[in-house]
């Protein structure tokens, strides 16, 4: 009986610390990754070289506008065109010494990669170089994860930057329909970690450090329900603009087809 209780701990122990984020690796992480953007929402650095945050569509929306201009054809008739034009995008970090507010880091990012259908948007920082030494793995595109696994938020809810909350993945078959998201049907995970006004944009981590998730929705008063847009739609969309590569995936073959046409 003895041994089988000195058994049973140690599985205990094992499956503890299997579903755990060391403390310490989760702090630096957070630090060098989880970004302000807009002021409102959140964005997780996915690369360094170009120098990439992942974030919310529904996050960057006010820095998307449509233009009108006149153009003339061949025979001189004057028409109007109507084009897409992408502002900049203010993202900030804030340095803290204990309680007291240290310093902030803003800087300038171009909005290289939106897709309002799956409320997904890419922005690459203007700075030639930062300071940065971390970015955040993407679960490869052949994982998936599981309902009952640990999760664990990164964000900036209500204006509190840098926050992180723990739970649960509590289902992975759900699937939404969101006025932002063109009504368009969008698979989600469902989480019991909090979910609030500014956590968007930011990150869902499995136990390993790796995003498995970008948190996009919560509930308004059942605040136990989050929901986050899969790793398989992010790299759909990092492909579909032709940076998958540059967080060790695969691009769309259309990127390599247009890359053949200009070598040609």
Same mark, same amino acid.
């Given at each position: 009986m003895k041994a089988l209780t000195i058994a049973a701990a140690m599985l205990l122990s094992t499956a503890s610390s299997a579903l755990a984020w060391d403390a310490a690796d989760m702090n630096a992480v957070i630090d060098q990754t989880n970004f302000i953007v807009n002021r409102g929402c959140s964005g997780? /650095?996915? =690369? /360094?070289?170009?120098?990439?945050?992942?974030?919310?569509?529904?996050?960057?929306? @006010?820095?998307? %506008?449509?233009? =009108? %201009?006149?153009?003339?054809? *061949?025979?001189?008739?004057?028409? =109007?065109?109507?084009?897409?034009k992408l502002d900049p995008v203010p993202v900030v970090q804030v340095s803290y010494d204990g309680h007291e507010t240290v310093g902030s880091s803003s800087y300038v990012s171009e909005i290289v990669?939106?897709?309002?259908? %799956?409320?997904?948007?890419?922005?690459?920082? @203007?700075?030639?170089s930062i300071p940065h030494t971390i970015f955040s793995p993407i679960l490869p595109e052949s994982d998936s994860v599981s309902r009952g696994e640990a999760v664990w938020a990164v964000g900036n809810p209500a204006g509190l930057d840098a926050t992180v909350t723990s739970g649960i993945i509590s289902s992975v078959t @759900?699937?939404?329909?969101?006025?932002?998201?063109?009504?368009?049907?969008?698979?989600?995970?469902?989480?019991d970690v909090g979910i609030f006004g500014?956590?968007?944009?930011?990150?869902?981590y499995n *136990?390993?450090?790796?995003?498995?998730g970008v948190p996009a929705a919560g509930h308004s008063t059942a605040t136990h329900l989050g929901l986050a847009?899969?790793?398989?739609?992010?790299?759909?969309v990092l492909a579909k603009h032709c940076?998958?590569?540059h967080v060790g995936g695969s691009n769309d073959e259309s990127c390599n087809e247009e890359e053949e046409?200009?070598?040609?």
């Open positions: 997780t /650095l996915i =690369s /360094l070289e170009p120098p990439l945050i992942l974030t919310n569509h529904h996050c960057i929306t @006010r820095n998307i %506008r449509t233009v =009108s %201009r006149d153009v003339a054809d *061949a025979d001189g008739k004057i028409s =109007s065109i109507k084009e897409q990669a939106h897709q309002k259908n %799956r409320d997904l948007a890419v922005l690459q920082l @203007r700075a030639t @759900r699937t939404f329909q969101f006025p932002w998201a063109e009504n368009e049907d969008l698979p989600m995970i469902q989480t500014g956590n968007s944009g930011g990150a869902l *136990a390993d450090g790796v995003l498995v847009i899969p790793t398989a739609i992010v790299w759909e940076l998958a590569e046409t200009v070598d040609n």
